[in-house]
């Protein structure tokens, strides 16, 4: 649907916070990774990007850092954090202050909550993408911390239940979401689907690769890219044995509302459903 | 849910269509089996084997005929039908005419429906399990001819899409049922919302491995079985960009309806809601 909303449209400058499945392309169109940096302000953009996920942080910080410049990127920082106590840094506090746009990378989620979770630096990060100060965007484990809740890992092939899904606490960038990426790419609808059983007051996002869940903080989810997005809504729930069975007997759930959102498509959060065009 | 309608009762022996997800146990509580055995007539039961779906008819058939020997069947013979010729045989015609139950083996879905569909033989296996005369168990690509429309292959790791799915003619015993089987085992969530963006008058069926949906023709589901049967209902779809995008482009689907039942849950098929237990 909207697919009048694509390539003939003004790109927005709005800033977002901009949720990413993995693998984003990186090399041709570049489409999610321009609409981050025209978002952070294009030429004048002053962009921070945390690589902290990744266990080679110098390359894939290196990786981002020449793709933005190529753009034109006015600011670029790699804030390479391998440390918690590297987040009380105050130039590095005093460069989030004044950035424009955080990118975080792929790697370990559960690595990069371990480094930036409830550090003053992550707070400030936060709190400027709420209120919309800046563009915050996270790819693969990147996107993975969004939530207040987070997948850490995980399985699939199995019928949904407890132990088919890891669940920590994430950065709480969106707390309402529960977010899992590389979606339909690895099979990842069990899992998500046990996690949303166990946590009936989050929403299910489920962000294919090269596919970008946009938050303008106007209620509306965007996508943008080349998969799906799959909404796996709760609110209407039933009945779940979740509570009441063994950590690996199959989930009962009654009254799941599934949405797969593509290019172009919008969602109101509020409703909890998409915005659907008139009939012809 | 009901988890006391489990062992504790004792099993009907009311004739049934029983879908199974392939892979069901053979070996130990053969619950499932035991169960077709039970709806069949027990030791009264004459059970004819279909093993038509398989390359190797003469070895899966003789397989099954051990299990219902031992469980006491009075009648057993394997339906060998390799040649579409065979099924206007009078003697065939004969034993369906006077059986009690009849089992179609996993294989190949589309050698199954080549060799029977449209057949007087399958015509009256078809007639005699709508009526209730006898009880009709299909397991794997056995159950994958259950409904009208049927799903012949498929792949998965992608965002939903039409050529995740490829959708011919079934056997019709249920016509209303998109059937898919090994289900989240082989991950196949995806192609069976792509299926039902295509038929969005069906209701979508996922079965699992060792799980069976049963029907008893009172227009309940019954689950029995180690997994889950994913109900995908699509009857207050929104929206599917189904019709106007390229084969390979992922789906836009508004408003699907999803539930996962367990052993022991049923489903209300004309209201389309799984029967909830009244809270405690």
Known sequence: MFQFLGEEMPQSTKTAIMIIGG?????????????????????????AIIPSAS???AVIGERYREIFTEMGAKGIEILDIRDRDQCEDPLLQSYVENCTGVFMTG????????????????????QRA????????????????????MIAGGGSGESPNRS????????GI???????????????????????????????????????????????????GKGSVTIIDPAALLHTNHAAVAATDPLSISNLRIHLLVHGDQFDLHKRMPIVPALP
């Open 55 to 57: 266990r080679e942080p």
């Open 164 to 171: 088919l899904v890891d669940i920590t606490t994430g950065l």
């Open 174 to 224: 969106i707390p309402e979401l529960l977010v899992d990426q590389h979606f339909h790419n690895r099979n990842r609808m069990a899992r998500l689907m046990s996690a949303i059983a166990a946590h009936s007051d989050r929403l299910g996002v489920g962000i294919d690769e090269d596919t970008c869940a946009l938050f303008e903080g106007d209620g509306l989810l965007q996508v943008i």
């Open 23 to 47: 693998a984003e392309d990186k090399v041709h169109g570049r489409e999610i990774l321009r609409s981050f940096f025209n978002r952070s302000g294009s030429t004048d953009a002053r962009i």
């Open 130 to 149: 709420q209120r919309g100060d800046i563009t915050l965007a996270g790819t693969s484990a990147g996107a993975a911390v969004m939530g207040h809740f």
């Open 107 to 126: 790697g370990d989620q559960l690595r990069l909550c371990g480094l930036l979770a409830d550090t003053p630096f992550m707070n400030m990060v936060r």
